[in-house]
């Protein structure tokens, strides 16, 4: 079964205004960490924002919001006032676990949003 | 120099060849990672170092063989490679700490990988 679904494989937003990217995951885990990650052209994975699962705040960082809502585990991203530099693939991805000794942080991607941001 | 770095950013190489791609983390992190990423596939975890011993191998063909030497450096030999290997490799580092979830990984530029 798919761990991290992005069901967005493209979307459209003019410069300015906010975009949301979807990203649902499936776990079993009471204890995970939910992350999404920029990747421009370039092809470097850049990190955005972190959400724990026992974190009861949305977190945000500058422009970038989560609309965390773990009884639908989801962890949509909200870009607000999008900037053209803002257009890359961006991947939602998921650490389960961790709480505990021997984790080894493996991170699981989606398949990712590829956004543009249009002037 | 700062962050994850990764060199070459671009390699081709036959299938006779044997190359080595290498990354070098500046951040003080204990973890290394390699991933591969693939057209149109998930980012995939290769292997995890943890400590300078090796922690995760996903089932990854011996072709490709790992080395840590020390918490800063992580190299990926490649030999007799299949053109389905090309991809983009991505290193990545954290620094694991048990008992905290909060160990984002950093990643590199990637190397771009081509087998003719």
């Known amino acids: 079964a798919q761990k991290i679904t992005q069901t967005q494989p493209g979307m459209f937003v003019q410069e300015k205004e906010a975009v949301t990217l979807d990203c649902t995951y499936d776990?079993?885990?009471?204890?995970?960490?939910l992350f999404w990650y920029k990747q421009p052209s370039s092809g470097e994975m850049i990190f955005l924002i972190y959400?724990?699962?026992?974190?009861?705040q949305n977190a945000t960082e500058g422009r970038y919001s989560l609309n965390f809502q773990k009884a639908r585990k989801s962890t949509n991203l909200v870009i607000s006032a999008s900037q053209l530099g803002d257009s890359a693939m961006y991947f939602c991805?998921?650490?389960?676990?961790?709480?505990?000794?021997?984790?080894?942080?493996?991170?699981?991607f989606g398949t990712g949003t590829l956004l543009a941001v249009q002037p | 120099e700062t962050g994850v770095t990764q060199t070459p950013r671009h390699l081709v190489m036959g299938m006779t060849n044997k190359k080595s791609l290498k990354c070098e983390q500046h951040?003080?992190?204990?973890?290394m990672y390699w991933y591969k990423q693939s057209a149109k596939k998930p980012l995939e975890l290769m292997f995890v170092?943890?400590?300078?011993?090796?922690?995760e191998n996903n089932s990854v063909p011996s072709r490709f063989s790992p080395e840590c030497p020390n918490s800063s450096h992580l190299f990926l030999h490649l030999h007799t490679l299949q053109p389905e290997d090309s991809a983009l490799y991505l290193c990545?580092?954290?620094?694991?700490?048990?008992?905290?979830?909060?160990?984002?990984?950093?990643f590199g530029p990637g190397t771009r990988l081509t087998v003719l």
């Open positions: 991805a998921m650490r389960e676990g961790g709480n505990y000794g021997g984790a080894t942080n493996k991170l699981i």
């Open positions: 959400q724990g699962s026992y974190d009861e």
């Open positions: 951040l003080g992190h204990n973890a």
């Open positions: 170092y943890s400590l300078e011993e090796r922690v």
């Open positions: 776990t079993s885990d009471q204890s995970y960490g």
């Open positions: 990545a580092s954290s620094h694991l700490v048990f008992g905290v979830s909060t160990d984002t990984q950093y």
